[in-house]
C-alpha cells in the first residue's frame, strides 16, 4: 500500500534526531512535527523568524503577530525566541539549522530541486527555498511519488525552471525512501506492500538497488 | 531628544510621489503597515516600484494598491496568495522581479548597513542567478546581490517613542526590521506612540537614527491570512 501524506510525514520523523533544530516547509513536511519522537529535543525554526515553534494556539488564542513561514497562527513553546528575517536567513546560511525538509515539484539523480515555477503557469515564487536549498547540510524532500498526470517527479533531470543544485539528500515519497549519491539514486527503503518492481515503474530515473529493500517500518 | 514624531499619516508620506521606490515591511499580511497603505491608496500615487516579501492578498495589504493599478513593478519573493498579482503578473502588465527570500531580506539589511553588494549561495544555477557575478568561497559558489536602494522604507512596529526608536512583536518584525534605514527616508507606523523615555533602551530593537518620521497607525485591522487552531481535548 503506498502511504498517505501522514504515514510520509511519520517516516520523515524518524530522520529527526535529538538536539536538531528543523526547518519544515509548507505541505507534506509541517506535519513532520506531529510525529517527532517526544523523548527526544528538537527545535523547529520558521524562517520569517521564529525558533522554538510550538503547536497551533487554541482557539480564541490565535495571534496575528505570531505566524510561521506558511502564514500560520501558531504558539511558541519555552525556550522560543523571535528575529526578523535578515537574521533568520544568516543562520540559515551559516547552517546552524541542522535538518530542512521540505516539499518539490521535480527531484533529479544529481539531487537537483525545482519547487518554485511552472514557466507561463504557476508562478507563485521561491520564498526562502532557494536560501534553504542552497545553505542547509542535510535535505529532505517529502513529495508524491508521481504527479496527477500520472508522470515520474523522481527524474534524471529536472524539467522545470530549479531552485537550487545537487543540494537533495534523500526523497520520501508515498512509495520509496531514496538516497541521493554520486551515482544517481538508491532504493533505500519501499512502502509496506509496495514491491521494488512497483517503485521502478514509477520512477524516470535509474535506481540503484542494492540487495533486499527493506520495507519502511511506521506503526 | 531628537523628535521624529509627526502627526498623522499623511504628514509621514507626504514626499511620496509617482514613480518612487518603496520599500514596505511585513511578512504575509503579518506586520504590514496597514494605515500608510491605506493612505497610499487615498493619496494615488502610481507607477511605484515596491519591495515587499508578499504582495497582500486580493482585498488587502498591497492587493489593495494593485488593484488601483498603482504598483508597476513588484520585487517579492513569494506572491501566491494574490490572484491579481498573478493575473497582472501573467499578461505582463505588472513587472515583477522574484527574489529568494533570505537574498530579499539581505538586500534590505545590506542598505541599511551601509553594505554596497554581497556574495550569496542562493539562487547560484538557478534562473536567478542568470547574468550575475558569480565567485567560488571556500569550495562553493555565490552570486553577486546588490542592496536594495530606495526613496521611501515604511515599517510597522508594535511600539516606538518620539525619538524613532521601535520595538517590534513576535514574529511582526519580519522585514520591518531590516528595512528600517533602508532607503533615503524611513517612515515607521506603531500600534502605540510614547513619550520619550518610557521605553526601556534595552528593549529597543531598531534605533530612532533609522526612523525619520514616526506616527501612531489610527486603526489595526491585524487580518489574519491562515487561522489555524487546534481543539481543545
Same mark, same amino acid.
Given at each position: 500500500m503506498a502511504l498517505d501524506k501522514n504515514q510520509i510525514a511519520k517516516r520523515i520523523a524518524q530522520e529527526v534526531k535529538d538536539g536538531y533544530y528543523v526547518n519544515l516547509g509548507i505541505g507534506i513536511p509541517t506535519l513532520v512535527a506531529n510525529y517527532v519522537r517526544t523523548d527526544i529535543s528538537v527545535e523547529f525554526q520558521s524562517e520569517n523568524g521564529v525558533l522554538g515553534m510550538g503547536p497551533f494556539p487554541f482557539e480564541g488564542e490565535e495571534d496575528a503577530d505570531i505566524i510561521n513561514a506558511g502564514k500560520q497562527t501558531i504558539t511558541t513553546l519555552p525556550g522560543a525566541s523571535f528575529f526578523d528575517s535578515a537574521f533568520s536567513f544568516g543562520m540559515i546560511r551559516a547552517q546552524k539549522v541542522d535538518l530542512t525538509i521540505l516539499g518539490a515539484m521535480e527531484v533529479s539523480e544529481n539531487g537537483d530541486i525545482a519547487n518554485w515555477k511552472i514557466?507561463?503557469?504557476? =508562478?507563485?515564487?521561491?520564498?526562502?527555498?532557494?536560501?534553504?536549498? !542552497?545553505?542547509? %547540510?542535510?535535505?529532505?524532500?517529502?513529495?508524491?511519488?508521481?504527479?496527477?498526470?500520472?508522470?515520474?517527479?523522481?527524474?534524471?533531470?529536472?524539467?522545470l525552471p530549479l531552485t537550487g =543544485?545537487?543540494?537533495?539528500?534523500?526523497?520520501?515519497?508515498?512509495? !520509496?525512501?531514496? %538516497?541521493?549519491t554520486p551515482k544517481g539514486f538508491k532504493l533505500l527503503e519501499r512502502a509496506p506492500g509496495v514491491s521494488v518492481q512497483d517503485i521502478i515503474k514509477a520512477t524516470e530515473a535509474e535506481l540503484i538497488i542494492e540487495g533486499e529493500i527493506p520495507e519502511m517500518k511506521i506503526d | 531628544m531628537i523628535s521624529r514624531k509627526v502627526n498623522n499619516v499623511q504628514e509621514a508620506l507626504d514626499g511620496i510621489q509617482d514613480g518612487m521606490t518603496i520599500m514596505l515591511g511585513g511578512f504575509g499580511l503579518c506586520g504590514i503597515p496597514e494605515n500608510s497603505i491605506a493612505e497610499l491608496v487615498r493619496k494615488n500615487v502610481t507607477n511605484l516600484t515596491c519591495i515587499s516579501n508578499n504582495a497582500g492578498v486580493d482585498d488587502f495589504g498591497l492587493g489593495l494598491l494593485l488593484q488601483k493599478r498603482q504598483i508597476k513593478k513588484m520585487i517579492s519573493s513569494y506572491v501566491g496568495e494574490n490572484a491579481e498579482f498573478e493575473r497582472q503578473m501573467l499578461s505582463g502588465e505588472l513587472e515583477v522581479e522574484l527574489t529568494p527570500q533570505g537574498t530579499l531580506a539581505e538586500k534590505c539589511r545590506a542598505a541599511q548597513a551601509g553594505i554596497p553588494a554581497f556574495f550569496t549561495p542562493a539562487g547560484y544555477g538557478t534562473e536567478v542567478a542568470e547574468g550575475k557575478e558569480v565567485r567560488e568561497f571556500n569550495g562553493k559558489m555565490h552570486v553577486l546581490e546588490y542592496a536594495f536602494k530606495a526613496d521611501f522604507s515604511i515599517v510597522k512596529a508594535w511600539k516606538g517613542d518620539e525619538a524613532g526608536n521601535l520595538i517590534f512583536k513576535g514574529t511582526a518584525r519580519n522585514f520591518n526590521a531590516p528595512m528600517a534605514g533602508a532607503a533615503k527616508i524611513t517612515i515607521a507606523e506603531v500600534e502605540e506612540l510614547v513619550p520619550a523615555g518610557t521605553l526601556d533602551p534595552n528593549e529597543i530593537h531598531i534605533p530612532g537614527i533609522m526612523v525619520n518620521h514616526i506616527f501612531q497607525g489610527e486603526k489595526f485591522e491585524k487580518r489574519i491570512e491562515q487561522r489555524t487552531v487546534r481543539q481543545r481535548s
Open positions: 514557466p507561463g503557469k504557476m =508562478v507563485k515564487g521561491m520564498g526562502g527555498a532557494m536560501d534553504l536549498v !542552497a545553505s542547509a %547540510e542535510n535535505i529532505i524532500v517529502a513529495m508524491m511519488h508521481v504527479n496527477k498526470a500520472g508522470e515520474s517527479k523522481i527524474l534524471k533531470k529536472c524539467s =543544485v545537487g543540494c537533495v539528500k534523500k526523497v520520501v515519497t508515498e512509495l !520509496a525512501v531514496l %538516497e541521493v | -
